[in-house]
């Protein structure tokens, strides 16, 4: 045991120090030039990774809120459209109602009227109609008047005729 | 036949760190296969564990040898 | 762990298998090159060879830098002495067969540690107590060279960080990312809490120096070779500054558990011990763990090559071999391991230390 450490500082100190020194050394030396820049760099790059992926999500949200949006508004829009066209045909449907009793109310009206008038020229035609049928009825026995009254004894007759029939009676 | 006491010695605490790595290294496994989803924690314990262990019966090497 | 995540590309995953196949195939080959060599040299002088020495050799410091064969580097010796400082080459002790007249002393290398010698060539005890030995070993050589290919990854991915601010990662950078968010997100994170920020850079040196440190150990040849993880004095230093980050950090609560536990007055002669040495104990058991698994690694290694000595037959070899194979895989796995459980320890200390308290 004795001998182990015998001359132990004298043969091994010079190697204790020469081996702190190195170390200490090359900590200086790598934590100068390799751990500090090396350390910032991948912190960094992290930093700016999860920045991205940070911006990425915020981006995936928004693109998700416009999709929503948009789909909201297009569904807003499609729900006005068939609104719009409901309303328009309803309303066509009205016009067309409208538009069909309006012409029927006419229609009976013009009728009406049409009856009435062809009421009215049929009369105004059948007085015409009687009163020439009369006139002429009045000329063709003027006619005949005058022709059997052209002779006396003809009138003669026919009073004797007209007083007998009178007479019968 | 100078040391091999000393040898003898180191074997004994080779031993008791063999036992006792063994026992370590053994209830990761089951730990591990129990609870495979925590299986890098274990290991990590297991590790440190496994040189606590070590470095006692390094001692006792150590010593051993030195002793003789 | 997850380490999935680190992999998740097939041409990383192929290049990793690829570059494991290398490494161990180079690893074999040379592994047992190298290891011929100083056993030849031993046989040579003793006719008998001593496993146990040759790894010891093997995994201990030295003063030379063996490449493979007869090849070796002499490093520089500096020695602090009483009278003042010495500085030559280890090549003047040729492989400690002979002593060198300094300045100051006359020094020889005695398993290989530096002592000085007087006329008749014995070992001074007194003179060398006086002398301290602040050469540049393979250890201190091989430490600096991770650090700087370290330097050298770092730097580069840093510049590339800068380069392409911003973008994914790309080549080295995408290998290297995954490994660091795993440091931050595994151990810094869970175990320290939201002010990790400020033990980062010492938990990534840490990880990354003792993982380079174990990876290089595992490459039996020149740039790598060398046992600086194994070597508990390197395992010291870093539990030093461990215990040094962990006490500075501490906040008012942990010294308040330390020195008035919750228990009663009583109890305070017992529990204040107590809890100091568990101060210096968690770190201690770092400085340990660390040194004992690499060296463990190491020699399990090296005593399989050296079968094939030990049996004097090449019929061993391939058997051997594919044990080394085995254990260079597993290696591997404990280089990572390890490198992450004592980073992880040490974030648990912290994360003790400046912990809120809630009692």
């Given amino acids: ?169 | 036949m100078t040391g091999s006491i000393a040898a003898l010695g180191a074997g004994l605490a080779v031993i008791g760190a063999g036992i006792g790595i063994g026992q370590v290294g053994g209830k990761a496994m089951e730990g591990i296969a129990r609870q495979p989803e925590a299986s890098s924690k274990i290991q990590t314990a297991m590790i440190i564990a496994a040189a606590l262990i070590e470095g006692v019966a390094l001692f006792g090497v150590v010593v051993a040898l030195l002793g003789k | 762990m997850d380490f999935r995540h680190i992999l998740n590309s097939k041409k990383i995953i192929l290049r990793v298998i690829l570059g494991v196949l290398f490494t161990l195939t180079v690893c074999n080959t040379f592994a047992i090159q190298h290891e011929n060599e100083p056993v030849e040299a031993k046989n040579a002088e003793q006719e008998a060879f001593n496993p146990t020495t040759a790894i010891l050799e093997h995994i201990a410091d030295s003063h030379y830098w063996h490449v493979g064969g007869e090849l070796s580097f002499p490093l520089p010796i500096i020695l602090f002495t009483d009278k003042g400082t010495e500085f030559f080459s280890g090549a003047n002790f040729h492989h400690g067969h002979e002593a060198y007249q300094g300045k100051y002393y006359t020094y020889k290398l005695i398993e290989d540690k530096i002592r000085v010698v007087n006329a008749a060539g014995e070992v001074d005890k007194e003179a060398s107590s006086h002398v301290y030995d602040f050469s540049i070993t393979k250890n201190v050589l091989a430490m600096w060279l991770a650090g700087t290919i370290l330097f050298i990854i770092f730097f580069t991915v840093a510049a590339s960080y800068k380069k392409r601010k911003g973008k994914a990662p790309k080549g080295l950078q995408s290998f290297i990312e995954p490994v660091i968010m795993f440091v931050r997100d595994e151990i810094a994170r869970p175990n320290i809490g939201y002010r990790y920020e400020r033990y980062m850079p010492v938990l990534l040196t840490i990880f990354f120096f003792i993982w380079i440190n174990n990876l290089l150990g595992l490459i039996p040849v020149f740039p790598g070779g060398a046992n600086v993880t194994g070597n508990i004095l390197l395992t010291f230093v870093m539990a030093f500054i461990v215990l040094l980050v962990v006490n500075f950090s501490a906040n008012k609560y942990y010294w308040k558990h330390i020195f008035m536990p919750p228990v009663p007055v009583w109890l305070y002669p017992i529990m204040i011990p107590v809890e100091l040495i568990g101060v210096i104990s968690r770190p201690f058991a770092l400085m340990i763990r660390l040194y004992a698994n690499i060296s463990a690694g190491h020699i399990i290694v090296l005593s399989l090559i050296s079968l094939i000595f030990i049996f004097k037959t090449l019929w061993i070899a391939p058997v051997s071999i594919i044990f080394v194979l085995f254990m260079d895989v597993l290696e591997l796995l404990v280089a990572f391991l390890q490198a992450f459980i004592f980073t992880m320890l040490t974030a648990l200390f912290i994360g003790t230390a400046v912990e809120e308290h809630h009692h």
Avoid at chain 1, 21 to 32: C, D, M, S, T
Avoid at chain 1, 41 to 60: C, T, V, Y
Avoid at chain 1, 108 to 124: C, D, G, P, Q
């Fill in chain 1, 1 to 169: 045991m004795e001998q182990l450490f015998e001359g132990l500082l004298n043969d091994h100190l010079g190697f204790v120090v020469w081996a702190a020194v190195a170390f200490i050394i090359l900590l200086i030396l790598l934590a100068k030039f390799a751990w500090k820049p090396i350390m910032a760099a991948i912190s960094e790059r992290e930093r700016s990774i999860e920045d991205a992926l940070l911006k990425a999500e915020a981006a995936k949200e928004e693109m998700a809120r416009l999709t929503n949006e948009n789909e909201q508004l297009l569904k807003e829009a499609r729900a006005e459209r068939d609104l719009i066209l409901r309303e328009a045909r309803q309303l066509k449907d009205q016009i067309i109602n409208e538009a069909k009793s309006a012409a029927n109310v006419e229609g009976a009206r013009m009728i009406e009227n049409a009856r009435l008038e062809i009421n009215s020229l049929k009369a105004v035609a059948m007085s015409d109609v009687k009163n020439q049928v009369a006139t002429l009825s009045v000329e063709i026995a003027e006619k005949i008047l005058r022709k059997q009254f052209a002779d006396q004894q003809a009138q003669d007759q026919l009073v004797a005729d007209l007083l007998k029939e009178v007479k019968i009676k």
